[in-house]
């Protein structure tokens, strides 16, 4: 008895009930059928084929089809746009690798070149620094500048710190696992070639499953066809030495395979007797090593590495990894082996996991992968502020996919997951979807697949009353409808104006306001940083761009006032030095050269004598410090005598009438008597108030915005926010709503006989107070189930009942909502009171 209670687990459960259910009647054992690698490879790895992959036809079924071919089509391309900029395609290793510095956004290959996506244009430099150390993991004179020789064997292991978020870890070692693979070339300054083995903790339970799954990807690096297709190792796993003769028929096969192939047998000689190899031993990848070595084309060439990467350290088993190391280490001098291990965490879980013989065998050197915040930042300001082929998000869904990285995961799937839910959202719910895919063209493009689309009848009378249906819209006639009344009464009459050349000015008014948008954000960036004193208020553009959507004006407020960051940067550029005035202008003058959108299209949208007039007022800077001393003289005289005036401190919050009016005089009696530097500071100051007027406006202010961003919060949040209470507590009240059944017609408040029995006690269970008396609750519960119809020859006893109650008490204790206590050993406690 005492070792019964030893053993029981934490739970202590309410009833000393034990439910037996037995299995069916007829059954049949059959035999395990052992498949191949191959046919469970060709099984998940083949896509489910639906009817246009879930679209329907929208207007109540009245939509062509040629739009649902549309709007799944529009789906795939911007998803695959989209994911090209937060994913990282995949190298072959049938492509040459090569990085363009003069182009980063591109990687080079002998055959395509693909979109560089944002994590590995990140990690760019520390995988080269990976790759870097693969190549001279085994150069002698490398080695022995740096290390003494030491009599026992070193490893050469790489740690990599990858963050914290071990999901996400899969990307980028795989990323990682495709570089190394890539052949030596002069392009990309490698000078071995590697053979590559990726490990994951859930597939190396023992030692054995380690050593054949490190073998098994070894082999299959160079020759698919030297491995079984039917490799197995179940027995393994399972601690299984017998063998089944369906092993013996496979053995078998296999020998007979490996006899056919014409590459080399891997044998054990043992004096005059030939054993064969276990495929978890480390002589099988060492003969095969040495023939590869053997039959390459370039014998001078250096010997290729092995490299083995073990992607998750901290949920390997230690022991198993400490035997995998030792071994390895024995075998180095014959096998060129390289550890490349993944962490999350810190080099603490390395000293807890291994011990301190097993350290002392690696060579250690560290690299730092870049972390997730600095990724989702990258995302954010690419996907929604430089990138025009995708949606954009409104307040509350960015809101709330900012709050769910920073505060719940730091997960790099979950915001692509919510990035691709808005996508699907918008495609397959929104028939104006039809007209997301031409954002960013140009304008004729634009008028020309409008126009086309129009011919063929894509634009239905439908589209055409949904579109003028717009908050944006509505609004956008009643602000011309006094200065153009011809074209709102156009606009509102003519559908063929409407469809085409109306529709293609809105579709670029949007991406006009995006390049806008971005000069603005990269202005306030570049002002933030000449400013040290603006440190303690310095904003990223991921903040910037929330307070954007949040706000009505944007980052412009009513009245031609600025919000906080935009007032004090006017205020500080009005305030500068002489001698910080010429950097700030260099640094408005590099920003407006470093982009090319800003060469072409930008400036000319915003202010097209923006570029002449930085110029000019770096000639006059240029010339108010090289004056003589007489105009030195007179301007330090000038100077003395506006001492007593200074520009009011933009920091005060007083908006009265005589406070604006005495700000305004200040600023213009500066502008008429000051220095010639105080009034070239002024006139910098006007262009970027400006400047901030014209592009931080809200995007609620640009006619048809509702095309691209979306603003559905309420289901995007259900969708990503688990709310398991909820869902229980629905579940319990109201059965129908899952069940869908007939029989249970009465409203959340009855008690039916005919619902489930833990539904029936957790609508008793909302009577009662804190201290539930279990006889009370059994007889109520019993009364109720005595209603339900049973057959005559089968009566409901009381056996019956009392094993129903017991079994849903049992439910809601492991549910949560009661709990025993010691006060009253006949009572359970609630613990909910709120029903949700």
């Avoid at 990323?175 to 052949?183: G, H, K, M």
């Avoid at 004193?533 to 031609?560: C, H, I, P, Y």
Wanted: proline content about 4%; some cysteine.
């Amino acid at each position: 008895m005492t070792s019964n209670i030893t053993t029981r687990d934490e739970f202590d459960s309410i009833s000393e009930g034990c439910f037996l259910v037995m299995p069916p009647r007829h059954t049949t054992t059959r035999k395990r059928k052992r498949v191949s690698i191959k046919d469970v490879k060709a099984t998940t790895s083949r896509p489910k084929v639906t009817l246009s992959d879930g679209f329907q036809r929208l207007f109540r079924g009245d939509e062509p089809k040629e739009n649902m071919e549309l709007r799944r089509k529009g789906f795939e391309e911007t998803w695959k746009k989209t994911e090209d900029l937060v994913e990282v395609p995949y190298l072959f290793s049938s492509c040459n690798y090569q990085y363009d510095k003069n182009n980063k956004d591109q990687y080079s290959t002998n055959t395509t070149r693909r979109t560089l996506g944002i994590m590995l244009d990140m990690n760019h430099t520390c995988l080269d620094n990976i790759s870097q150390f693969v190549d001279r993991a085994y150069d002698t004179e490398s080695t022995m500048k740096s290390l003494i020789a030491l009599p026992y064997h070193e490893i050469p292991t790489g740690l990599v710190f990858a963050g914290i978020n071990t999901p996400d870890h899969a990307t980028p070692f795989e990323q990682l696992t495709s570089l190394l693979s890539l052949p030596a070339t002069p392009e990309n300054k490698r000078t071995k070639d590697n053979y590559v083995a990726l490990l994951q903790s859930k597939d190396c339970a023992t030692l054995q499953i380690m050593m054949a799954r490190v073998i098994e990807q070894f082999l299959a690096s160079n020759d698919p066809s030297q491995i079984s297709d039917k490799m197995d190792i179940d027995n393994e796993e399972n601690g299984d030495e017998n063998e089944s003769e369906e092993d013996g028929e496979e053995g078998e096969s296999r020998e007979k395979h490996e006899e056919s192939s014409k590459s080399y047998t891997l044998t054990a000689n043992s004096g005059d007797n030939t054993c064969r190899l276990q495929r978890y031993d480390l002589q099988m990848l060492e003969g095969w090593y040495k023939h590869q070595m053997d039959i390459r084309e370039n014998k001078s060439a250096p010997r290729s590495n092995l490299v083995v990467i073990l992607q998750d350290l901290e949920s390997f088993a230690p022991d198993v990894l400490q035997n995998f190391i030792t071994i390895c280490s024995e075998y180095r001098l014959r096998i060129p082996i390289v550890f490349i291990i993944g962490i999350a965490t810190s080099t603490e879980i390395l000293h807890q996991s291994l011990s301190k013989s097993t350290l002392g065998l690696l060579r250690i050197e560290k690299f730092w992968l870049q972390q997730s915040e600095a990724w989702f930042n990258r995302v954010i300001e690419t996907v929604f502020i430089d990138t025009p082929h995708t949606i954009k998000f409104g307040a509350r869904p960015y809101k709330f996919m900012l709050d769910h990285f920073y505060l719940y995961d730091f997960s790099i799937g979950a915001v692509k997951s919510s990035l691709k839910y808005a996508l699907m959202h918008c495609f397959y719910g929104s028939s104006l979807s039809i007209f997301l895919p031409l954002l960013g063209r140009s304008r004729p493009d634009t008028l020309k697949k409008l126009q086309e689309m129009r011919k063929r009848k894509l634009i239905t009378q439908d589209h055409i009353n949904t579109l003028r249906m717009q908050a944006s819209f509505k609004t956008y006639i009643e602000s011309i409808c006094d200065t153009e009344p011809s074209k709102a009464l156009r606009l509102v009459t003519d559908d063929d104006f409407f469809t085409t050349a109306a529709m293609a000015d809105f579709l670029c008014g949007i991406e006009t306001y995006r390049q806008k948008f971005k000069f603005g954000l990269d202005l306030i960036q570049v002002l933030q940083g000449q400013f040290s004193a603006f440190s303690t208020l310095r904003k990223s553009k991921r903040m910037l761009l929330l307070q954007s959507l949040e706000t009505r004006d944007g980052l412009v407020g009513g009245d031609s006032t600025h919000s906080e960051v935009t007032r004090w940067l006017v205020s500080l550029v009005r305030k500068v030095e002489p001698d910080a005035l010429e950097s700030l202008l260099d640094a408005l003058e590099g920003l407006m050269e470093s982009n090319p959108d800003y060469k072409q299209r930008c400036m000319t949208v915003v202010d097209g004598e923006s570029r002449y007039k930085i110029s000019m007022w770096k000639e006059r800077l240029v010339e108010l410090l090289a004056g003589d001393k007489t105009y030195v003289a007179r301007m330090e005289k000038k100077a003395k005598r506006l001492e007593g005036m200074s520009l009011p401190d933009m920091e005060e919050k007083r908006s009265t009438e005589t406070s604006k009016k005495v700000h305004a005089e200040a600023i213009a009696h500066m502008k008429r008597k000051g220095t010639e530097v105080s009034k070239l500071a002024m006139e910098i100051s006007d262009w970027i108030h400006y400047i901030f007027y014209e592009c931080l406006q809200s995007y609620t202010q640009v006619p048809m915005h509702e095309l691209v961003y979306y603003v559905q919060s309420k289901l995007h949040e259900k969708s990503f926010s688990a709310q398991p209470r909820a869902s229980v507590q629905t579940a319990l009240t109201n059965s129908k709503h899952y069940l869908d059944c007939q029989c249970c017609q009465g409203g959340q408040d009855q008690l039916l006989p005919s619902e489930p029995d833990s539904c029936i006690l957790y609508k008793l269970y909302l009577e009662c107070g804190r201290m539930i008396n279990l006889y009370d609750w059994f007889v109520a519960f019993g009364c109720i189930i005595e209603r339900e119809k049973s057959p005559a020859d089968n009566p409901l006893n009381e056996n019956e009942v009392q094993a129903r109650f017991i079994r849903s008490v049992a439910e809601l204790q492991f549910l949560g909502f009661i709990k025993p206590t010691q006060r009253k050993t006949d009572h359970v406690m609630r613990l909910t009171w709120s029903n949700i």
